[in-house]
């Protein structure tokens, strides 16, 4: 199994296949969301780092098939190509930010992307026109603040949403584009992971099973995207994710006051 038995118990490992299965559904039903779902669930059960870790692979290669669907690429990745480059930019630095940073302060950083994700609708009302007045220079800024999150965190939709939202992107192609840029963050960010020590090795390499899965699980998600009420599903993955946070919150809480207890 790639060394994964090696390294997770079979409970923890039982887990993990079933985060997946449900990432790769819910990725295939709407376009996005395999990262918002796997590595918040994920890191409920182990550290950030290693929620990202064995999630970087099937991220990539998710990804990748999403931004094949579709077709029309002209409207998508044609014209905003440039936002990956600057997502790969703040994904090398937050990549770097997450091999050095406490699991506490990640566990917190990742609910609070989580809680902007849950108030873009509110965030939205908001005087965004700069956006479509500067979509060069905004893009160059929301690109960057994506990747960080990227790196750091493996959640880097809020911004980028908000910011082709604010262009009034189609869905299909704001579907393509988002893929483009996660894949492009997940890239470097799995390159600087492998490069920093050997143990981050072994778990990039026993994700590959998990990363079949992924795929297998993407593919079930699109045959039931036009079976499923969008509005419904998004309902469903809103009430989740807010549950996410109030226990990433409290487990960072109990993990810092354990630590200030043995000092």
């Not at 779902?37 to 994920?42: F, K, Q, R, W």
């Not at 309902?235 to 809480?253: D, E, M, P, W, Y």
Request: with cysteine; glycine share 8%; hydrophobic share 60%.
């Amino acid at each position: 199994m790639f060394g994964i038995d090696s390294l997770f118990s079979p409970a923890l490992i039982a887990a993990l296949v079933a985060i997946i299965l449900v990432g790769g559904i819910a990725h295939g039903a709407v376009g996005f969301g395999f990262p918002l779902i796997s590595t918040p669930l994920i890191a409920l059960l182990v550290d950030v780092k290693t929620a990202v870790l064995i999630t970087v692979v099937p991220n990539i290669l998710v990804n990748s098939v999403s931004i094949l669907r579709g077709g029309n690429w002209r409207e998508s990745i044609g014209k905003h190509w440039p936002i990956a480059i600057w997502v790969v930019a703040g994904t090398f630095v937050g990549t770097h930010f997450l091999l050095v940073a406490p699991p506490e302060l990640l566990q917190l950083l990742l609910a609070a992307m989580i809680v902007v994700f849950l108030l873009q609708d509110r965030i939205r009302q908001l005087d965004w026109s700069w956006i479509r007045r500067n979509p060069t220079s905004a893009g160059a800024a929301f690109g960057v603040l994506a990747g960080l999150f990227s790196g750091a965190v493996n959640v880097s939709a809020p911004p980028l949403v908000i910011y082709f939202m604010m262009l009034q992107l189609p869905a299909v192609a704001m579907t393509q584009i988002l893929n483009l840029c996660f894949m492009a963050g997940k890239v470097v960010q799995g390159a600087t992971l492998s490069l920093s020590g050997t143990g981050n090795i072994r778990l990039l390499a026993a994700s590959l099973p998990l990363t079949v899965l992924a795929i297998a699980a993407l593919f079930l998600g699109i045959q039931l995207q036009k079976r499923m009420s969008r509005e419904i599903y998004l309902k469903l993955l809103r009430s989740t994710l807010a549950a996410f946070v109030v226990l990433l919150i409290g487990q960072s809480v109990m993990e810092l006051a354990r630590r200030f207890h043995v000092a």
